[in-house]
C-alpha cells in the first residue's frame, strides 16, 4: 500500500517537531510501491525521511519525501550456528534488536537503544561498545530509481569501509 500526501506539515514524522511543510509526502510499504511510485512521478527534487532522528528542516521542502513504512523481521535462513534474518526498511532499530533478542540471536545487542529505522541501518553510523550494524549485514535490497529495477547488494559493495 502507498499513501501519498500533498502540502503536509512534518512536525509529527520528525524528533525536533518543527512545523514546516512539505511538498509530497510518499509513504511505502514494498518495492512494488516504489517502483510505481517513480515510475508514474518521477520526482525531480526527492529525500527519503526514516525515522526522522536528527533531521531538522529550516524552512518548508518544495520536493518529495520518501518514508517506508514496511513492518516485519523474518528467518529467511539457518546455515549451521549462522542465522539470516530480512528485515523490513520500516520497523525501528531498536525493535530489530529486541527481537534478536528475544529470539536469542546475539552480535546486535550492543546497539540497543539506537534511534531510527531499520533502513537506514546501511548508510547510518550504528555502532556502539564495539559493535557495529555494518559487521551483521550480509545484503541490502534497494531500488535504482534510474532503471525501477529491485537490486540486491552484497555486503561487499555497500562501502561499509572494505575499501
Known amino acids: 500500500m502507498i499513501h501519498i500526501y500533498n502540502n503536509i506539515n512534518i512536525a509529527p514524522r ?4 518543527v512545523h514546516h ?30 525515522a526522522g532522528n536528527n533531521t531538522l528542516f529550516t524552512a518548508d521542502y518544495d520536493g518529495t ?12 535462513a539457518e ?13 525501528e532499530w531498536d525493535d530489530v ?7 536469542d540471536l546475539w552480535g546486535i545487542e550492543n546497539l540497543s537503544l539506537i534511534p531510527g529505522q531499520a533502513g537506514a541501518a546501511p548508510v ?14 550480509e545484503s541490502v535490497e534497494m531500488l ?12 561487499e559493495y555497500c562501502s561499509f569501509g572494505y575499501r
Do not use: M
Not at 79 to 91: I, L
Not at 97 to 103: C, K, L, R, T
Not at 144 to 155: E, M, W
Open 14 to 17: 520528525i524528533s525536533f517537531g
Open 21 to 50: 511543510q512539505v511538498k509530497t509526502l510518499v509513504e511505502f510499504e514494498n518495492v512494488e510501491d516504489l517502483r510505481s511510485y517513480f515510475s508514474e512521478h518521477n520526482p525531480e527534487k526527492w529525500y527519503i525521511l526514516g
Open 65 to 76: 519525501l520518501i518514508h517506508p513504512i514496511s513492518r516485519g523481521i523474518t528467518i529467511t
Open 79 to 91: 546455515r549451521g550456528t549462522d542465522v539470516v534474518v530480512r528485515v523490513e526498511a520500516g520497523e
Open 97 to 103: 534488536v529486541a527481537w534478536a533478542v528475544e529470539h
Open 124 to 137: 547510518q553510523n550504528i555502532g556502539a561498545y564495539g559493535t557495529e550494524a555494518k559487521d551483521t549485514i
Open 144 to 155: 535504482c530509481t534510474d532503471t525501477l529495477n529491485r537490486l540486491v547488494l552484497g555486503g
